[in-house]
């Protein structure tokens, strides 16, 4: 469990590099006279990887809790790299669409952030194996160590 803890936690670093990277960005770009920022599927992108990734912490926050306090916290820790490892990769492949044709360039940071977070769904359990954790201590059938 300390290891998933330490990927989701790295998936939150890597999902709020690549929502930072997306905004500033967005802030920045100007197309058609505008900044790209105030155009709303822009907006719409944006806000959904921005509560993304404060629920991936706040995730992430509840399982390292439930450790410190000496709790079972299997089921959170896999909650906890589940959503964030795949809200990283969403903020990543959302960031890559906000910098368009920029985004495959390795002068800017978005390919970075997609190849890193791809990375964190496989690693310590995939995403299949998260689910099947948290449906299997959720259906009673593993206890939640």
Not at 22 to 31: D, F, V
Not at 55 to 82: C, F, H, I
Not at 97 to 114: D, V
């Amino acid at each position: 469990n300390n290891t998933r803890i330490s990927c989701a936690a790295g998936a939150v670093g890597i999902g709020g590099g690549a929502v930072e990277a997306a905004i500033e960005y967005a802030n920045e770009r100007t197309q058609f006279g505008k900044k790209i920022g105030s155009y709303q599927m822009i907006q719409a992108q944006i806000a959904d990887i921005v509560a993304e990734h404060e629920a991936a912490k706040l995730l992430v926050y509840r399982a390292a809790w439930l450790k410190d306090q000496g709790l079972p916290n299997q089921q959170e820790t896999s909650m906890a790299k589940l959503f964030a490892s795949e809200a990283a990769v969403h903020a990543a492949s959302e960031a890559m669409k906000i910098f368009g044709s920029f985004g495959y360039s390795t002068e800017f940071p978005a390919e970075r952030f997609l190849r890193d977070a791809h990375s964190l769904r496989v690693v310590e359990g995939t995403s299949n194996i998260q689910k099947l954790i948290i449906a299997g201590i959720s259906l009673g059938d593993s206890p939640n160590r």
